[in-house]
């Protein structure tokens, strides 16, 4: 299934995607909503100081947590499904396809695909391929505290499963026929990404 005006933008981190997000909205707040995952809900919270570092939890329970959270995002009132039906269009920065890579590098591809089947797709995936050693330069030249994914060792895998996770989408005809897949080469500069982006969307 697919839900109508909802777009999603997936990269390993520094990958540009909080930018672009940042700009479609700018150019037009009357017809696009942004929003995040994890999300700034209860559980959306706890996951955010997970990802600081402040605690440790088990991968699995983890790739629960995330699909809780994502859960509330889609169906909770006033969330991604009620906002599309009114005719807003979403544009999401991560959902399940962030899960399938990141949450699958300890626990396995398995129990990700499981528990995140039941969301729906979106009409747009923009995934934003980038070298994870670039990306992780433009993370290092940003202030504030790093996540504990943001290291080159993680990067490198979770770059290799999000590739593993597009193709399967991309090589699925019934998938294909459903969303539509755009890649973005992440070291074009924002103007031109964003311009790609604009094309796609009004096609």
Do not use: W
Not at 42 to 53: D, Q, V
Not at 93 to 117: I, M, T
């Amino acid at each position: 299934m697919v839900l109508k005006n909802f777009i999603v933008f997936e990269g390993i981190d520094g990958a540009g995607t909080s930018t672009q997000i940042k700009k479609l909205v700018e150019k037009d707040p009357e017809r696009f909503v942004a929003t995040a995952e994890p999300t700034s809900g209860p559980t959306g919270k706890f996951l955010r100081r997970m990802l600081a570092g402040e605690f440790h939890v088990d991968e699995k329970t983890n790739a629960y947590l995330f699909a809780a959270d994502r859960c509330e995002h889609i169906f909770g009132k006033g969330g991604v499904k009620e906002l599309c039906d009114s005719g807003k269009t979403v544009v999401s920065d991560r959902y399940f396809f962030s899960s399938l890579a990141y949450q699958s590098v300890s626990c396995g591809l398995e129990l990700p695909e499981l528990l995140n089947s039941p969301f729906p797709l979106p009409e747009y995936l923009f995934f934003f391929d980038i070298n994870p050693e670039i990306s992780l330069g433009r993370v290092n030249n940003r202030t504030g505290q790093k996540e504990i994914y943001e290291n080159i060792e993680s990067q490198k895998k979770i770059a290799a499963l999000y590739e593993k996770v597009i193709s399967m989408y991309e090589s699925n005809p019934a998938k294909r026929e459903e969303m539509k897949i755009i890649r973005i080469d992440a070291t074009k500069t924002i103007e031109e990404i964003s311009r790609i982006i604009k094309e796609e969307i009004e096609k």
